[in-house]
């Protein structure tokens, strides 16, 4: 899983190595990966949370790097929780010259699943649990600026992401089928977590006073996610949105297939 050295992922990994799982904790940089291995596996007499160091998952060499240590390193794959993300300003571009929401936010997931559905499907029951968010309501994809050079805003660009992660998560359910893996999107609530604390003071602000109004703890956004990797009732529900334990329409622009033909096509390009 990635994202896993703090927030939601952070209570993600805990919850998944408390179930029994053994869990390949992503996070950015070797030393804090290890630690926070460490102290996830804390959790559980017994529990294996082995680190993997990233530099930047936003970079495609990293993406790549991921998907193929796990894939040598662990014959038999499970589950795949792509939880890393975030929200920037002013506009940034990576390494690689791809806008950093797009890039960390839909094409990272996009690499893993390309790259590790062969191993999960050959897994057995396995799964994929994408974190997206209600911030995809409202949104729609624009083809002709995918990375926002026109005109950038955040919240609109961190929206659009994470309504392209939902696109994915229905378009890799209907390109796996029935044979697998199960692919899932999942909205956390709003979640009490370090996000959005990387924007400058006024951001960090209005971000920490949201949520301290309305939001709530990591372990109950993480358990959503949990819930929609374990649930044996969503083995047969792929491509599906859940919210809190049930399954939700999301958005009118979340089920359109053309749209999320299309989107694949572009990810494939952009990944390369
Ligand atoms: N908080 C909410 O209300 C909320 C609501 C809906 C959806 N979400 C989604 O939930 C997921 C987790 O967010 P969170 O709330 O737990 O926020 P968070 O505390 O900021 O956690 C984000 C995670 O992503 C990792 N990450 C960020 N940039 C990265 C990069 N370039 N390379 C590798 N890892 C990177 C972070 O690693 P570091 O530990 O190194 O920073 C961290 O583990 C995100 O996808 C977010 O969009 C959150």
């Known amino acids: 899983m990635t994202g896993a050295t703090s927030g939601i992922g952070r209570e993600i990994a805990r919850q998944l190595a408390a179930l029994g799982a053994t869990v390949v904790l992503v996070g950015r940089g070797e030393e804090r990966a290890a630690r926070s291995a460490q102290e996830v596996a804390a959790t559980r007499p017994g529990a294996r949370v082995e680190p993997l160091g990233v530099r930047d998952l936003a970079d495609r060499a990293e993406m790549r790097r991921v998907a193929e240590?796990?894939?040598?390193?662990?014959?038999?794959?499970?589950?795949?929780?792509?939880?890393?993300?975030?929200?920037?300003?002013?506009?940034?571009?990576?390494?690689?010259?791809?806008?950093?929401?797009?890039?960390?936010?839909?094409?990272?997931?996009?690499?893993?699943?390309?790259?590790?559905?062969?191993?999960?499907?050959?897994?057995?029951?396995?799964?994929?649990?994408?974190?997206?968010?209600?911030?995809?309501?409202?949104?729609?994809?624009?083809?002709?600026?995918?990375?926002?050079?026109?005109?950038?805003?955040?919240?609109?660009?961190?929206?659009?992401?994470?309504?392209?992660?939902?696109?994915?998560?229905?378009?890799?359910?209907?390109?796996?089928?029935?044979?697998?893996?199960?692919?899932?999107?999942?909205?956390?609530?709003?979640?009490?977590?370090?996000?959005?604390?990387?924007?400058?003071?006024?951001?960090?602000?209005?971000f920490r006073l949201a949520f301290h109004l309305v939001g709530r703890s990591e372990a109950a956004g993480a358990a959503t996610a949990v819930f929609a990797a374990t649930d044996p009732a969503l083995a047969d529900r792929s491509g599906s949105y859940v919210v809190g334990r049930a399954v939700r329409p999301g958005s009118p622009a979340s089920r359109d297939p053309d749209t999320a033909r299309r989107l694949y096509d572009a990810c494939t390009r952009l990944a390369a």
């Open 69 to 206: 240590t796990v894939l040598a390193r662990y014959p038999r794959i499970d589950l795949l929780v792509n939880n890393a993300g975030g929200i920037f300003a002013p506009r940034q571009e990576t390494s690689d010259g791809v806008e950093r929401t797009f890039a960390l936010n839909v094409l990272a997931p996009f690499v893993l699943m390309e790259r590790l559905g062969g191993r999960l499907r050959s897994s057995g029951a396995g799964r994929v649990v994408n974190v997206t968010s209600a911030a995809h309501r409202g949104q729609h994809v624009d083809f002709d600026d995918l990375e926002m050079r026109n005109g950038y805003r955040p919240y609109r660009a961190y929206g659009r992401s994470k309504l392209e992660l939902l696109m994915l998560t229905r378009e890799f359910a209907r390109r796996w089928g029935a044979a697998g893996p199960a692919v899932l999107g999942v909205h956390p609530g709003v979640v009490r977590s370090g996000f959005g604390q990387n924007n400058g003071r006024a951001s960090a602000w209005a």
